[in-house]
């Protein structure tokens, strides 16, 4: 635990201007990342007397061990600058806004030939005109369904639409009057992208004209007695209006909004968010997050309004946002909002009327959320503490491991030889910080030497990077090649220029844990242990968990430690123990798939899959076309004769496949080689491998 006082600045370093301030831990990560108005007061009240502070801001403050800040012109500058650091540094004492689903929305892809609507859910992409979002995706499916009637806008994926245009027939909606298709070319891609854009102003809110215009062609087709024609405009009507009365009216005068209400206690604060377009409600969604600092709702209400419009622009800024209390000081976040949306924005206080009563309802469902949020949550934050206090006093730890991180190694019969890294924090997954390791260090299986091969390599790169920061001054140990996160593998030149300490973000290797957990029994905890010891690393614990019996094993024990069947600290072990073999597993059955799908064919510069897949189908199996001769490859089309002649080389160069036999009679079961260069028959990477080969996979 730090003392305040070993970075407070000198007095009169800190300006008294606008600014941004980050706070960083002894690793160089940026822990929390704040604005203010006057950067000296503002951080004068984080070098105070530490019983006055707020407990999670004394827990900050203690962290640290340095601050450091940048001038900006304007509060304004200063707003921006803070949403972007904390969504570059993702600092763990700010207030980050969990949301508690994905959300799906209906999007129209207006950067196609042909738009398409659908369901989307995760980051916006550009191009994409989305609305929403809903609660639901039934919902959307629903609203869609009765819209088709009216605007029969492309709904189908890609390769849906390619083999109807190939096939000449169109799909079920576009015989039955739901889809225009554009794929057979019923309609052109102005008309279709027309059409498009209609069914984006109904959904937008600019219902009045589509109505208005469907009843005068109804009425028009009756006085000339087409009344089919008039029919079916009465029902496309009655569609457009059962679609409308899926969102009721809630404001008046056709409002584009969007309403924030926030309910918090001490810990914790849930936001709630309604989208209200044309007068009505046209989405929700909501946020929960911990109070790391004491916050204002003010204060709460300015970070949703980041985390709502950060990356949002133009009409998905609505004109009015309504608020129950507004940030101090207001001016810069109005300022922003106009800025993000290209013209002015009100924020404000409801105070009476539709908008009041609709800000009530939006209340109450925040306290609802907050509430259920509890009911969840509350356990778990219990469960968490306990398990990480369970674990350090079964390791004799002076203090609960708030970063553990578990390796595993994977193989088959020893070939593809890998390593997982997972890493948990605070009890909770943190898959942005996982790693994978390919064996390279020697040949065969020996889990063993693996795990200390990988141990070595995982912390050369930490020493690596507290060299760098003039942490640790040895300087040894950084020769070997390491692995980045794909496998490959790096030097020790690429390695200093790939930390970046900097930043503010370690990456790769560069924050240690308080923990290593290994997958195994006394060997693999003992390899692990030697190859920190090699290290010079002291401040590190190590355990293993065996499988068998459940048994955590500790370095020099005789005895393992069994921890009780209901212990919550054995719970959180094996979930992460059985989260690294899941990685590592996932990781070497990709390697395997793509070493199963490599052929001898591979190995020709210039050679692509078309053109492989030609020859496979023209001579039927890499056998036969080992024994073509070059006249009769060249007679494929495209290939040439000088292709033709390299292709002859390669085969006559590569050994040819050993036959396939039964394991269980020895017979030979075919004396063809199989397509190994396709890799199109979609089965199992395990299929065709002998039972006893598949038990063996780990």
Same mark, same amino acid.
């Given at each position: 635990?730090?003392?305040?006082?070993?970075?407070?600045?000198?007095?009169?370093?800190?300006?008294?201007?606008?600014?941004?301030?980050?706070?960083?831990?002894?690793?160089?990560?940026?822990?929390?990342?704040?604005?203010?108005?006057?950067?000296?007061?503002?951080?004068?009240?984080?070098?105070?007397?530490?019983?006055?502070?707020?407990?999670?801001?004394?827990?900050?403050?203690?962290?640290?061990?340095?601050?450091?800040?940048?001038?900006?012109?304007?509060?304004?500058?200063?707003?921006?600058?803070?949403?972007?650091?904390?969504?570059?540094?993702?600092?763990?004492?700010?207030?980050?806004?969990?949301?508690?689903?994905?959300?799906?929305?209906?999007?129209?892809?207006?950067?196609?030939?042909?738009?398409?609507?659908?369901?989307?859910?995760?980051?916006?992409?550009?191009?994409?005109?989305?609305?929403?979002?809903?609660?639901?995706?039934?919902?959307?499916?629903?609203?869609?369904?009765?819209?088709?009637?009216?605007?029969?806008?492309?709904?189908?994926?890609?390769?849906?639409?390619?083999?109807?245009?190939?096939?000449?027939?169109?799909?079920?909606?576009?015989?039955?009057?739901?889809?225009?298709?554009?794929?057979?070319?019923?309609?052109?891609?102005?008309?279709?992208?027309?059409?498009?854009?209609?069914?984006?102003?109904?959904?937008?809110?600019?219902?009045?004209?589509?109505?208005?215009?469907?009843?005068?062609?109804?009425?028009?087709?009756?006085?000339?007695?087409?009344?089919?024609?008039?029919?079916?405009?009465?029902?496309?009507?009655?569609?457009?209006?059962?679609?409308?009365?899926?969102n009721a009216v809630v404001l008046a005068d056709a409002t584009d909004a969007d309403l924030?209400?926030?309910?918090?206690?001490?810990?914790?604060?849930?936001?709630?968010?309604?989208?209200?377009?044309?007068?009505?409600?046209?989405?929700?969604?909501?946020?929960?997050?911990?109070?790391?600092?004491?916050?204002?709702?003010?204060?709460?209400?300015?970070?949703?309004?980041?985390?709502?419009?950060?990356?949002?622009?133009?009409?998905?800024?609505?004109?009015?946002?309504?608020?129950?209390?507004?940030?101090?000081?207001?001016?810069?976040?109005?300022?922003?909002?106009?800025?993000?949306?290209?013209?002015?924005?009100?924020?404000?206080?409801?105070?009476?009327?539709?908008?009041?009563?609709?800000?009530?309802?939006?209340?109450?469902?925040?306290?609802?959320?907050?509430?259920?949020?509890?009911?969840k949550r509350a356990s778990d934050l219990t469960t968490r503490s306990r398990a990480l206090?369970?674990?350090?006093?079964?390791?004799?730890?002076?203090?609960?491991?708030l970063r553990i991180e578990c390796y595993d190694i994977s193989h088959l019969q020893g070939?593809?030889?890998?390593?997982?890294?997972?890493?948990?924090?605070?009890?909770?997954?943190?898959?942005?910080?996982?790693?994978?390791?390919?064996?390279?260090?020697?040949?065969?299986?020996?889990?063993?030497?693996?795990?200390?091969?990988?141990?070595?390599?995982?912390?050369?790169?930490?020493?690596?990077?507290?060299?760098?920061?003039?942490?640790?001054?040895?300087?040894?140990?950084?020769?070997?090649?390491?692995?980045?996160?794909?496998?490959?593998?790096?030097?020790?030149?690429?390695?200093?220029?790939?930390?970046?300490?900097?930043?503010?973000?370690?990456?790769?290797?560069?924050?240690?844990?308080?923990?290593?957990?290994?997958?195994?029994?006394?060997?693999?905890?003992?390899?692990?242990?030697?190859?920190?010891?090699?290290?010079? =690393? /002291? +401040?590190?614990?190590?355990?293993?968990? &065996?499988?068998?019996?459940? *048994?955590?094993?500790?370095? $020099?024990?005789? @005895?393992?430690?069994?921890?009780?069947?209901?212990?919550?600290?054995?719970?959180?072990?094996?979930?992460?123990?059985?989260?690294?073999?899941?990685?590592?597993?996932?990781?070497?059955?990709?390697?395997?798939?793509?070493?199963?799908?490599?052929?001898?064919?591979?190995?020709?510069?210039?050679?692509?899959?078309?053109?492989?897949?030609?020859?496979?189908?023209?001579?039927?199996?890499?056998?036969?076309?080992?024994?073509?001769?070059?006249?009769?490859?060249?007679?494929?089309?495209?290939?040439?004769?000088?292709?033709?002649?390299?292709?002859?080389?390669?085969?006559?160069?590569?050994?040819?496949?050993?036959?396939?036999?039964?394991?269980?009679?020895?017979?030979? =079961? /075919? +004396?063809?080689?199989?397509?190994?260069? &396709?890799?199109?028959?979609? *089965?199992?990477?395990?299929? $065709?491998?002998? @039972?006893?080969?598949?038990?063996?996979?780990?």
């Amino acid at each position: 635990m730090a003392d305040p006082s070993s970075y407070r600045p000198r007095p009169g370093e800190i300006p008294d201007s606008p600014g941004v301030y980050r706070f960083r831990d002894e690793h160089r990560r940026v822990i929390y990342v704040g604005k203010a108005k006057s950067l000296r007061q503002r951080l004068a009240n984080y070098f105070q007397d530490l019983a006055n502070l707020h407990p999670r801001t004394r827990t900050m403050v203690t962290t640290a061990a340095s601050v450091e800040w940048t001038v900006v012109s304007t509060e304004v500058e200063a707003l921006q600058l803070e949403y972007s650091w904390i969504k570059e540094y993702d600092p763990r004492f700010n207030v980050k806004y969990r949301d508690d689903k994905s959300y799906p929305y209906l999007a129209v892809t207006m950067n196609e030939e042909f738009p398409r609507v659908q369901v989307m859910r995760g980051h916006k992409k550009k191009g994409v005109r989305y609305f929403g979002p809903y609660a639901h995706a039934w919902a959307i499916r629903d609203t869609v369904d009765l819209l088709l009637r009216v605007f029969p806008v492309r709904t189908c994926s890609a390769g849906v639409f390619k083999n109807a245009a190939r096939t000449g027939r169109p799909c079920l909606l576009g015989y039955i009057g739901k889809c225009s298709a554009p794929c057979v070319g019923r309609i052109g891609p102005e008309d279709h992208r027309e059409l498009a854009e209609e069914f984006s102003d109904f959904m937008a809110g600019r219902t009045g004209t589509y109505l208005r215009r469907l009843e005068k062609q109804m009425m028009e087709a009756a006085e000339e007695m087409e009344y089919e024609r008039a029919a079916r405009l009465r029902d496309d009507i009655e569609a457009l209006k059962k679609a409308m009365e899926k969102n009721a009216v809630v404001l008046a005068d056709a409002t584009d909004a969007d309403l924030i209400a926030v309910a918090e206690d001490e810990l914790e604060a849930a936001v709630q968010i309604f989208h209200v377009r044309g007068g009505r409600v046209r989405g929700q969604r909501g946020w929960v997050t911990d109070k790391v600092e004491e916050i204002t709702t003010g204060a709460l209400v300015e970070h949703a309004l980041q985390q709502l419009y950060g990356e949002e622009t133009g009409d998905a800024v609505p004109k009015e946002v309504l608020v129950p209390a507004l940030p101090e000081p207001v001016e810069p976040v109005q300022e922003w909002l106009t800025g993000r949306r290209g013209a002015n924005v009100s924020l404000r206080i409801p105070q009476r009327g539709d908008k009041k009563a609709l800000m009530e309802t939006v209340q109450r469902n925040a306290q609802q959320a907050l509430a259920l949020h509890k009911t969840k949550r509350a356990s778990d934050l219990t469960t968490r503490s306990r398990a990480l206090e369970e674990i350090a006093e079964a390791l004799d730890l002076d203090s609960a491991p708030l970063r553990i991180e578990c390796y595993d190694i994977s193989h088959l019969q020893g070939d593809d030889v890998v390593a997982s890294m997972v890493v948990f924090e605070d009890g909770l997954q943190r898959k942005s910080e996982y790693r994978r390791f390919q064996i390279r260090g020697f040949a065969g299986q020996d889990d063993v030497r693996s795990m200390h091969e990988v141990i070595t390599r995982r912390f050369k790169r930490y020493l690596a990077e507290k060299e760098k920061t003039g942490e640790w001054a040895d300087g040894s140990g950084t020769e070997d090649p390491l692995t980045d996160g794909d496998g490959t593998l790096t030097g020790p030149d690429e390695i200093t220029n790939s930390l970046k300490d900097d930043d503010g973000r370690p990456k790769k290797f560069a924050y240690p844990p308080q923990l290593v957990v290994v997958d195994g029994g006394q060997p693999q905890v003992a390899a692990a242990q030697r190859a920190l010891d090699a290290l010079g =690393i /002291d +401040d590190i614990a190590v355990c293993g968990l &065996a499988k068998r019996l459940e *048994e955590v094993w500790l370095p $020099g024990d005789d @005895d393992p430690v069994v921890l009780p069947r209901t212990s919550e600290g054995l719970y959180l072990l094996q979930r992460i123990r059985d989260e690294a073999h899941r990685f590592a597993i996932t990781y070497q059955r990709t390697k395997r798939a793509k070493r199963f799908r490599a052929g001898p064919l591979d190995d020709v510069p210039g050679l692509g899959e078309t053109r492989k897949q030609a020859l496979i189908k023209h001579f039927g199996s890499v056998k036969k076309l080992r024994s073509a001769t070059i006249e009769e490859i060249q007679g494929v089309p495209g290939i040439g004769r000088k292709t033709a002649e390299t292709i002859a080389a390669a085969l006559a160069q590569a050994a040819p496949a050993a036959p396939a036999v039964n394991t269980a009679t020895g017979e030979i =079961i /075919d +004396d063809e080689e199989p397509d190994t260069t &396709a890799g199109s028959t979609g *089965e199992p990477v395990t299929a $065709g491998l002998p @039972d006893e080969r598949r038990g063996q996979e780990r």
